[in-house]
Protein backbone atom coordinates (compact mmCIF):
# COMPACT_ATOMS: atom_id res chain seq x y z
CA UNK A 1 0.00 0.00 0.00
CA UNK A 2 1.68 3.37 -0.90
CA UNK A 3 0.72 7.26 0.61
CA UNK A 4 0.85 9.67 -1.60
CA UNK A 5 2.62 12.98 -0.45
CA UNK A 6 -0.41 14.85 -0.25
CA UNK A 7 -2.30 15.14 3.38
CA UNK A 8 -5.27 12.53 3.17
CA UNK A 9 -8.61 13.66 5.10
CA UNK A 10 -11.66 11.60 6.83
CA UNK A 11 -13.29 13.64 8.78
CA UNK A 12 -15.88 11.74 11.12
CA UNK A 13 -19.19 12.31 9.63
CA UNK A 14 -22.30 10.53 10.61
CA UNK A 15 -25.91 12.22 11.90
CA UNK A 16 -24.16 15.66 9.97
CA UNK A 17 -24.69 13.91 6.42
CA UNK A 18 -28.65 14.04 7.27
CA UNK A 19 -28.31 17.88 8.01
CA UNK A 20 -26.84 18.55 4.61
CA UNK A 21 -29.77 17.59 2.63
CA UNK A 22 -32.10 19.10 5.40
CA UNK A 23 -33.25 15.63 6.98
CA UNK A 24 -33.12 14.23 10.26
CA UNK A 25 -30.83 11.14 11.32
CA UNK A 26 -33.88 9.36 11.73
CA UNK A 27 -35.30 9.65 8.57
CA UNK A 28 -32.04 8.62 6.59
CA UNK A 29 -30.85 5.97 8.90
CA UNK A 30 -33.84 4.12 7.75
CA UNK A 31 -33.79 4.56 3.83
CA UNK A 32 -31.55 3.59 1.03
CA UNK A 33 -32.68 6.80 -1.08
CA UNK A 34 -31.89 9.12 1.92
CA UNK A 35 -28.84 7.65 2.87
CA UNK A 36 -27.67 7.60 -0.92
CA UNK A 37 -28.76 11.09 -1.39
CA UNK A 38 -26.76 12.41 1.71
CA UNK A 39 -23.84 10.41 0.13
CA UNK A 40 -23.24 12.17 -2.62
CA UNK A 41 -23.93 15.56 -0.28
CA UNK A 42 -21.54 14.66 2.01
CA UNK A 43 -18.96 13.83 -1.23
CA UNK A 44 -19.43 17.10 -2.97
CA UNK A 45 -19.42 19.24 -0.04
CA UNK A 46 -16.05 17.56 1.54
CA UNK A 47 -14.35 15.37 -1.29
CA UNK A 48 -12.48 13.68 1.58
CA UNK A 49 -10.47 10.45 0.83
CA UNK A 50 -12.55 8.06 3.08
CA UNK A 51 -16.22 8.07 3.76
CA UNK A 52 -18.48 5.92 5.48
CA UNK A 53 -21.34 4.57 5.01
CA UNK A 54 -23.55 4.65 8.14
CA UNK A 55 -24.96 6.88 10.59
CA UNK A 56 -25.94 5.37 13.91
CA UNK A 57 -22.99 2.68 13.38
CA UNK A 58 -23.05 1.12 17.24
CA UNK A 59 -27.02 0.30 16.59
CA UNK A 60 -27.37 -2.24 13.42
CA UNK A 61 -26.03 -5.02 14.69
CA UNK A 62 -28.31 -4.79 18.18
CA UNK A 63 -31.17 -4.26 16.44
CA UNK A 64 -31.03 -7.09 14.35
CA UNK A 65 -30.63 -9.21 17.24
CA UNK A 66 -33.78 -7.78 18.95
CA UNK A 67 -33.00 -3.95 20.35
CA UNK A 68 -35.61 -1.90 19.87
CA UNK A 69 -34.93 1.80 18.43
CA UNK A 70 -36.36 5.07 19.71
CA UNK A 71 -35.91 8.18 18.11
CA UNK A 72 -35.08 11.49 20.54
CA UNK A 73 -33.92 15.14 19.26
CA UNK A 74 -34.25 16.25 15.15
CA UNK A 75 -30.43 16.36 15.49
CA UNK A 76 -29.51 12.93 17.03
CA UNK A 77 -29.10 9.94 15.74
CA UNK A 78 -31.97 6.83 17.06
CA UNK A 79 -30.69 5.37 20.19
CA UNK A 80 -31.29 2.23 21.98
CA UNK A 81 -32.53 2.93 25.45
CA UNK A 82 -33.13 -0.39 26.62
CA UNK A 83 -31.13 -2.98 26.00
CA UNK A 84 -32.94 -6.20 25.50
CA UNK A 85 -30.91 -8.77 27.27
CA UNK A 86 -29.14 -8.98 30.58
CA UNK A 87 -25.80 -10.32 30.78
CA UNK A 88 -27.26 -12.53 34.24
CA UNK A 89 -30.06 -13.46 31.96
CA UNK A 90 -28.67 -14.17 28.60
CA UNK A 91 -30.70 -16.03 26.23
CA UNK A 92 -29.35 -19.67 26.96
CA UNK A 93 -28.15 -20.29 23.37
CA UNK A 94 -26.04 -17.96 23.67
CA UNK A 95 -24.29 -19.06 26.99
CA UNK A 96 -24.65 -22.48 25.30
CA UNK A 97 -22.66 -21.39 21.88
CA UNK A 98 -26.10 -22.06 20.02
CA UNK A 99 -27.29 -19.11 18.68
CA UNK A 100 -26.64 -17.94 15.36
CA UNK A 101 -25.88 -14.94 14.32
CA UNK A 102 -28.83 -12.60 12.26
CA UNK A 103 -28.40 -13.15 8.43
CA UNK A 104 -26.76 -10.02 7.22
CA UNK A 105 -28.71 -10.67 4.04
CA UNK A 106 -32.22 -10.21 5.51
CA UNK A 107 -32.39 -8.89 9.19
CA UNK A 108 -32.82 -5.21 9.98
CA UNK A 109 -30.78 -2.62 8.44
CA UNK A 110 -27.81 -4.62 6.60
CA UNK A 111 -29.52 -4.70 3.32
CA UNK A 112 -30.31 -1.14 3.52
CA UNK A 113 -26.75 -0.45 4.26
CA UNK A 114 -25.38 -2.75 1.64
CA UNK A 115 -27.53 -1.21 -1.27
CA UNK A 116 -26.60 2.52 -0.12
CA UNK A 117 -23.32 1.33 0.03
CA UNK A 118 -23.44 -0.80 -3.51
CA UNK A 119 -25.50 2.32 -5.56
CA UNK A 120 -23.05 5.14 -4.04
CA UNK A 121 -20.26 3.39 -5.42
CA UNK A 122 -21.24 2.54 -8.53
CA UNK A 123 -22.52 6.72 -9.02
CA UNK A 124 -18.45 7.45 -8.01
CA UNK A 125 -17.96 5.09 -10.57
CA UNK A 126 -19.86 6.39 -13.08
CA UNK A 127 -19.39 10.17 -12.64
CA UNK A 128 -17.80 11.97 -14.42
CA UNK A 129 -14.37 12.96 -12.53
CA UNK A 130 -14.36 8.95 -11.42
CA UNK A 131 -15.02 10.54 -8.20
CA UNK A 132 -11.60 12.69 -8.09
CA UNK A 133 -10.72 14.50 -5.43
CA UNK A 134 -9.92 18.29 -5.95
CA UNK A 135 -5.60 17.95 -6.39
CA UNK A 136 -5.68 14.50 -7.16
CA UNK A 137 -7.14 13.51 -10.67
CA UNK A 138 -8.44 9.81 -10.72
CA UNK A 139 -8.55 9.45 -7.54
CA UNK A 140 -11.86 8.17 -5.44
CA UNK A 141 -12.46 8.31 -2.16
CA UNK A 142 -12.51 5.28 0.48
CA UNK A 143 -15.63 3.87 0.73
CA UNK A 144 -16.36 1.50 3.87
CA UNK A 145 -19.80 0.36 5.57
CA UNK A 146 -19.67 0.48 9.09
CA UNK A 147 -19.56 -2.42 11.46
CA UNK A 148 -19.26 -2.62 14.98
CA UNK A 149 -16.91 -4.73 16.93
CA UNK A 150 -18.29 -7.30 19.60
CA UNK A 151 -17.30 -5.08 22.52
CA UNK A 152 -19.75 -2.58 21.49
CA UNK A 153 -22.44 -4.83 20.73
CA UNK A 154 -22.43 -6.36 23.80
CA UNK A 155 -22.70 -3.20 25.51
CA UNK A 156 -25.89 -2.03 23.71
CA UNK A 157 -27.60 -5.82 23.83
CA UNK A 158 -26.56 -6.04 27.71
CA UNK A 159 -25.67 -2.97 29.06
CA UNK A 160 -22.17 -1.25 29.24
CA UNK A 161 -22.00 -1.41 32.91
CA UNK A 162 -23.09 -4.69 33.37
CA UNK A 163 -20.69 -6.33 30.39
CA UNK A 164 -17.51 -4.23 32.07
CA UNK A 165 -18.37 -5.46 35.16
CA UNK A 166 -18.54 -9.48 33.90
CA UNK A 167 -15.46 -9.02 31.78
CA UNK A 168 -13.43 -7.62 35.09
CA UNK A 169 -14.76 -10.46 37.14
CA UNK A 170 -13.95 -13.27 33.99
CA UNK A 171 -17.98 -13.87 34.24
CA UNK A 172 -18.00 -17.20 32.19
CA UNK A 173 -21.45 -15.10 30.89
CA UNK A 174 -19.52 -11.90 30.01
CA UNK A 175 -16.90 -14.23 28.02
CA UNK A 176 -19.94 -16.03 26.20
CA UNK A 177 -21.64 -12.72 25.24
CA UNK A 178 -18.20 -11.40 23.08
CA UNK A 179 -17.75 -14.68 21.74
CA UNK A 180 -21.82 -14.28 19.88
CA UNK A 181 -20.65 -10.91 19.35
CA UNK A 182 -17.99 -11.44 17.10
CA UNK A 183 -19.86 -14.25 15.53
CA UNK A 184 -22.45 -10.98 14.47
CA UNK A 185 -19.11 -9.08 13.41
CA UNK A 186 -17.98 -11.24 11.82
CA UNK A 187 -21.02 -12.66 10.00
CA UNK A 188 -21.62 -8.61 8.72
CA UNK A 189 -18.11 -8.21 7.56
CA UNK A 190 -17.91 -11.35 5.24
CA UNK A 191 -21.37 -10.54 3.80
CA UNK A 192 -19.84 -6.59 3.05
CA UNK A 193 -16.63 -8.07 1.73
CA UNK A 194 -19.16 -10.38 -0.72
CA UNK A 195 -20.90 -7.68 -1.67
CA UNK A 196 -17.83 -6.09 -3.36
CA UNK A 197 -17.49 -3.23 -0.54
CA UNK A 198 -15.13 -2.72 2.28
CA UNK A 199 -16.13 -2.33 5.90
CA UNK A 200 -14.67 -0.53 8.97
CA UNK A 201 -14.89 -1.55 12.73
CA UNK A 202 -15.93 0.51 15.51
CA UNK A 203 -15.54 -0.52 18.71
CA UNK A 204 -15.08 2.28 21.31
CA UNK A 205 -16.74 0.40 23.95
CA UNK A 206 -13.67 -1.13 24.00
CA UNK A 207 -11.69 2.15 24.86
CA UNK A 208 -9.60 3.11 28.14
CA UNK A 209 -10.26 3.63 30.72
CA UNK A 210 -13.07 1.45 30.70
CA UNK A 211 -11.00 -1.47 28.95
CA UNK A 212 -7.28 -1.82 30.48
CA UNK A 213 -4.64 -3.21 28.84
CA UNK A 214 -4.68 -6.22 30.92
CA UNK A 215 -8.27 -7.17 29.82
CA UNK A 216 -7.54 -5.67 26.36
CA UNK A 217 -4.88 -8.40 25.97
CA UNK A 218 -6.56 -11.56 27.39
CA UNK A 219 -9.97 -10.88 26.33
CA UNK A 220 -11.01 -8.24 24.04
CA UNK A 221 -7.53 -8.02 21.26
CA UNK A 222 -7.70 -11.43 20.26
CA UNK A 223 -11.03 -10.87 18.85
CA UNK A 224 -10.26 -7.51 17.37
CA UNK A 225 -7.41 -9.87 15.56
CA UNK A 226 -9.36 -12.32 14.37
CA UNK A 227 -12.00 -9.46 12.50
CA UNK A 228 -8.76 -8.22 11.00
CA UNK A 229 -7.64 -11.31 10.30
CA UNK A 230 -10.68 -12.11 8.82
CA UNK A 231 -10.71 -8.78 5.98
CA UNK A 232 -7.18 -9.84 5.03
CA UNK A 233 -8.05 -12.94 4.17
CA UNK A 234 -10.99 -11.41 1.41
CA UNK A 235 -8.29 -9.20 0.61
CA UNK A 236 -9.31 -5.86 2.63
CA UNK A 237 -6.14 -3.78 2.15
CA UNK A 238 -6.51 -1.12 4.38
CA UNK A 239 -8.43 -2.10 7.03
CA UNK A 240 -9.89 0.48 9.81
CA UNK A 241 -9.91 -0.04 13.87
CA UNK A 242 -11.57 2.82 15.18
CA UNK A 243 -11.97 3.71 18.96
CA UNK A 244 -12.15 6.60 20.23
CA UNK A 245 -11.18 8.68 23.28
CA UNK A 246 -7.62 8.17 24.63
CA UNK A 247 -6.48 5.40 23.33
CA UNK A 248 -2.42 5.62 24.42
CA UNK A 249 -2.47 2.99 26.74
CA UNK A 250 -3.08 -0.01 24.43
CA UNK A 251 -1.70 1.69 21.01
CA UNK A 252 0.83 -0.67 20.94
CA UNK A 253 -1.91 -3.77 21.11
CA UNK A 254 -4.57 -2.22 18.97
CA UNK A 255 -1.38 -1.86 16.21
CA UNK A 256 -0.60 -5.70 16.37
CA UNK A 257 -4.47 -6.70 15.45
CA UNK A 258 -3.90 -6.39 11.90
CA UNK A 259 -5.12 -3.12 11.73
CA UNK A 260 -3.44 -0.91 9.80
CA UNK A 261 -5.41 2.38 10.30
CA UNK A 262 -6.30 3.48 13.87
CA UNK A 263 -7.38 6.43 15.14
CA UNK A 264 -4.94 8.95 17.12
CA UNK A 265 -8.52 10.59 19.14
CA UNK A 266 -7.71 14.42 19.86
CA UNK A 267 -8.19 13.25 23.42
CA UNK A 268 -4.69 11.41 23.36
CA UNK A 269 -1.52 12.94 23.22
CA UNK A 270 0.27 12.36 19.44
CA UNK A 271 3.40 12.37 20.97
CA UNK A 272 2.47 9.91 23.34
CA UNK A 273 0.29 8.00 21.50
CA UNK A 274 3.46 7.46 18.69
CA UNK A 275 6.14 6.13 21.19
CA UNK A 276 3.00 3.73 22.67
CA UNK A 277 3.11 2.16 18.99
CA UNK A 278 6.28 0.65 20.33
CA UNK A 279 4.93 -0.07 23.66
CA UNK A 280 6.36 -4.07 24.47
CA UNK A 281 2.54 -4.73 25.12
CA UNK A 282 2.14 -4.50 21.77
CA UNK A 283 5.01 -7.03 20.80
CA UNK A 284 6.59 -4.40 18.37
CA UNK A 285 9.94 -4.03 17.90
CA UNK A 286 12.02 -0.61 19.28
CA UNK A 287 11.19 2.57 17.17
CA UNK A 288 7.86 0.59 16.42
CA UNK A 289 6.06 3.77 14.49
CA UNK A 290 8.96 3.69 12.27
CA UNK A 291 8.34 0.03 11.61
CA UNK A 292 4.24 0.47 11.14
CA UNK A 293 4.57 3.45 8.66
CA UNK A 294 7.62 1.19 6.39
CA UNK A 295 4.16 -1.69 6.55
CA UNK A 296 1.80 0.48 5.27
CA UNK A 297 0.13 1.39 8.68
CA UNK A 298 -1.25 4.88 8.96
CA UNK A 299 -2.94 7.10 12.01
CA UNK A 300 -5.58 9.59 11.51
CA UNK A 301 -5.13 12.07 13.53
CA UNK A 302 -8.58 13.76 14.88
CA UNK A 303 -8.95 17.41 15.58
CA UNK A 304 -11.70 18.71 18.32
CA UNK A 305 -14.83 20.20 16.31
CA UNK A 306 -15.39 22.49 18.87
CA UNK A 307 -12.27 24.25 17.85
CA UNK A 308 -13.37 25.13 14.34
CA UNK A 309 -15.32 27.58 15.10
CA UNK A 310 -12.31 29.69 16.82
CA UNK A 311 -11.69 33.12 14.79
CA UNK A 312 -7.83 32.40 14.83
CA UNK A 313 -6.92 28.88 14.35
CA UNK A 314 -3.30 29.66 13.54
CA UNK A 315 -2.22 27.76 16.97
CA UNK A 316 -4.84 24.83 16.17
CA UNK A 317 -3.33 24.24 12.71
CA UNK A 318 0.15 24.55 13.94
CA UNK A 319 -0.09 22.00 16.99
CA UNK A 320 -2.24 19.84 14.32
CA UNK A 321 0.87 19.58 11.97
CA UNK A 322 3.31 18.99 14.42
CA UNK A 323 1.21 16.03 15.42
CA UNK A 324 0.71 14.99 12.22
CA UNK A 325 4.78 14.89 12.01
CA UNK A 326 5.15 12.72 15.26
CA UNK A 327 2.71 9.98 13.17
CA UNK A 328 3.41 7.00 10.99
CA UNK A 329 1.58 8.17 7.15
CA UNK A 330 -1.00 10.57 9.31
CA UNK A 331 -4.54 11.09 7.72
CA UNK A 332 -6.14 14.49 9.10
CA UNK A 333 -9.41 13.93 11.19
CA UNK A 334 -11.72 14.96 13.21
CA UNK A 335 -14.26 13.62 15.95
CA UNK A 336 -18.03 13.25 14.99
CA UNK A 337 -19.01 16.42 13.00
CA UNK A 338 -22.47 17.78 15.02
CA UNK A 339 -25.96 17.69 13.13
CA UNK A 340 -25.10 21.20 12.81
CA UNK A 341 -21.84 21.52 11.79
CA UNK A 342 -20.73 24.74 9.42
CA UNK A 343 -18.92 23.07 6.43
CA UNK A 344 -16.84 25.93 6.07
CA UNK A 345 -15.14 26.09 9.44
CA UNK A 346 -14.49 22.84 8.88
CA UNK A 347 -12.69 23.50 5.37
CA UNK A 348 -11.40 26.85 6.26
CA UNK A 349 -9.42 24.72 8.57
CA UNK A 350 -8.38 22.27 6.25
CA UNK A 351 -6.78 24.80 3.91
CA UNK A 352 -5.18 26.54 6.37
CA UNK A 353 -3.18 22.92 7.49
CA UNK A 354 -2.72 21.97 3.76
CA UNK A 355 -1.21 25.18 3.38
CA UNK A 356 0.71 24.96 6.28
CA UNK A 357 2.55 21.65 5.16
Not at 38 to 64: C, I, S
Not at 77 to 89: L, Y
Request: hydrophobic content about 45%.
Amino acid sequence: MTYPDRLRWEPAIYEHKAALIGRSPAEVAVSADLLLEALEAEHATYRADFMTVGLDVYNVEAEACGAELATGADDACPEIPVPPWSIDALPPEVEAGELAPPDPETSGRFPLLLEAGRRFRDRLAGSADGGARGGDPGASPVVRVAASGPVSIAAKLAGTEPLLMGLFAAEPQALALLDFTTAVCLAWVAAIRRAGLDAIVFDSSASPPMIGPDLYRDAIGPLHERIMGRLAQTGQRLRSLVLGGDTTPIAGQLAATGANQLVCDYAAGAGDFAAALAAPRGALAAGGAAVLASRGVSIRRNVNPALLSDADLSELVADFCDDLGVLPNPVGGTGILPYDQDPAKYLRFRRLVEERR
